[in-house]
């Protein structure tokens, strides 16, 4: 069974400057993917960046980065130059990449980021 | 390109009524899911669609939940009779059900209000 541990349920960050966004996963599989979604106040949830357990290098997409750590079984999510509009909810989810349960996703419960003017 | 599409995006209705959620998933997309969100237990998923065949309903609460996918094009979710503990925001989802990147994108979303 597959496990999402997101320690921080709230987080300021002053706007243009950068926050990390923790998560810690447990897993037995070894081959895993872990994506991160942000859902603001409007509900919608958005996919952001995907690691995959096997690349080599940390994912980027435009100002969001993943810092990701295997043998610590961390993927922090790491936005730079902060807006006003990044304020919202972020979710860390993994999924098992083979198996009878590959297209399951697990969600961690979320940390709310406030980026304050 | 048109994301996945959820309708309606609020239903307000009285409990032992009917309630019928509706889902168009992303085009090409093979895998269908529908999710559940509560403040008290999170992200739950309900069921999963593989070509528009149910693979894992093990997350449907109880009979009075149902979930067909006629399509490849639409999905419907139903609740029949509605209980207030079903008030939640209910989401659809689609991937393209293949590769180690597969990745799930939701719909906005439909907030259920049972009075």
């Known amino acids: 069974a597959q496990k ?3 320690t921080q349920p709230g987080m300021f960050v002053q706007e243009k400057e ?26 919608e949830m958005i996919f952001l960046i995907y690691q995959g357990s096997y690349d080599e290098q940390n994912a980027t997409e435009g100002r969001y980065s993943l810092n990701f750590q295997k043998a ?11 807006q006003l ?3 919202a909810m972020y979710f860390c989810a993994m999924r098992p990449n083979s198996g009878g349960s590959n297209y399951k996703l697990t969600f961690g419960k979320g940390t709310l980021l406030t980026v304050n003017p | 390109d048109a994301g996945v599409i959820q309708s309606p995006r609020h239903e307000v209705t009285e409990m032992g009524q009917e ?6 998933p992303i085009s090409g997309h093979n895998s269908l899911f529908w999710y559940r969100q509560t403040m008290m237990r999170g992200l739950e998923l309900l069921i999963y669609f593989n070509n528009n065949v149910p693979i894992d309903d093990s997350g449907m609460p109880e009979d009075r939940f149902s979930a067909k996918m006629p399509n490849a094009s639409f999905s419907t979710l139903k609740i029949q009779p509605s209980e207030p503990r079903d008030s939640a925001v209910y989401f659809c989802a689609s ?3 293949q590769g180690r990147s ?12 049972v009075l």
Not at chain 1, 72 to 82: G, P, T
């Open chain 1, 4 to 6: 999402i541990t997101q």
């Open chain 2, 95 to 97: 991937s393209r059900g």
């Open chain 1, 18 to 43: 950068a926050v990390t966004l923790d998560c810690t996963y447990d897993t037995s599989d070894q081959s895993y993917g872990l994506f991160w979604y942000k859902q603001p106040s409007s509900g």
């Open chain 1, 72 to 82: 610590r079984k961390s993927a922090n999510l790491v936005i730079s130059a902060s």
């Open chain 2, 19 to 24: 309630v019928t959620l509706r889902c168009k």
């Open chain 1, 85 to 87: 509009g990044d304020s």
């Open chain 2, 102 to 113: 597969d990745t799930q994108y939701f719909g906005p979303g439909t907030r259920l209000t």
